[in-house]
T-cell receptor
Framework: DAKTTQPPSMDCAEGRAANLPCNHSTISGNEYVYWYRQIHSQGPQYIIHGLKNNETNEMASLIITEDRKSSTLILPHATLRDTAVYYC????????????FGQGTTLQVKP | GAGVSQSPSNKVTEKGKDVELRCDPI?????LYWYRQSLGQGLEFLIYFQGNSAPDKSGLPSDRFSAERTGGSVSTLTIQRTQQEDSAVYLC????????????????FGPGTRLLVL
């Protein structure tokens, strides 16, 4: 599976949009971009995933560049409860579906 | 519906003892995973089950670690002769299959079992 690069930490003001970047320059054509988050002392939570089109659900939006080498997770109106570690994962080329987690981005939403 | 459950939520044991960790996946999910998260470390994959068989055990750190799954549902992770470096949060996740039998990467995680080896 391809590797991803994320900034180690970011801050965001409550009520503002949080934009979390991810680089995945070695992604292959059949691999998806997945985003999970882990709130302190909880198990990871699936947020969203996409292949090449932008995606939106009730939690977030995912913007994937045309060359698919990078993506951005957008939380449109961040709240204090969105403070968590956010993981960008590229997957889909194995037969097992296992997730390879990096270090993620620690997002701190501040009042 | 019910999510993935794990028990116990916390376990304290003495070095050298055996421990068993249990995972109840979401009903109908054929794929089941175990991951481990050590203090200050990221999540690392341990083992993957498809039904009752484990086609990928590549993440198990040593032969002291084993896992089984029965009835295509409950899974048990066993650590024999525990060592202090086994202290971690052990997470279980489950998922559905996509067409063709490959599991989805959309996984649902349990709350984890916090293991402390003294």
């Amino acid at each position: 599976d391809a590797k991803t690069t994320q900034p180690p930490s970011m801050d965001c003001a409550e009520g503002r949009a949080a934009n979390l970047p991810c680089n995945h320059s070695t992604i292959s054509g059949n691999e998806y971009v997945y985003w999970y988050r882990q709130i302190h002392s909880q198990g990871p939570q699936y947020i969203i995933h996409g292949l090449k089109n932008n995606e939106t659900n009730e939690m977030a939006s995912l913007i994937i560049t045309e060359d698919r080498k990078s993506s951005t997770l957008i939380l449109p109106h961040a709240t204090l409860r969105d403070t968590a570690v956010y993981y960008c994962i590229v997957s889909g080329s194995s037969n097992t579906g296992k997730l390879i987690f990096g270090q993620g981005t620690t997002l701190q939403v501040k009042p | 519906g019910a999510g993935v459950s794990q028990s116990p939520s916390n376990k304290v044991t003495e070095k050298g003892k055996d421990v068993e960790l249990r995972c109840d996946p979401i009903s109908g999910h054929t794929a089941l995973y175990w991951y481990r998260q050590s203090l200050g470390q990221g999540l690392e994959f341990l083992i993957y089950f498809q039904g009752n068989s484990a086609p990928d055990k590549s993440g198990l750190p040593s032969d002291r670690f084993s896992a089984e799954r029965t009835g295509g549902s409950v899974s048990t992770l066993t650590i024999q002769r525990t060592q202090q470096e086994d202290s971690a949060v052990y997470l279980c996740a489950s998922s559905l299959e996509v067409a063709g039998g490959r599991p989805q990467e959309t996984q649902y995680f349990g709350p984890g079992t916090r293991l402390l080896v003294l």
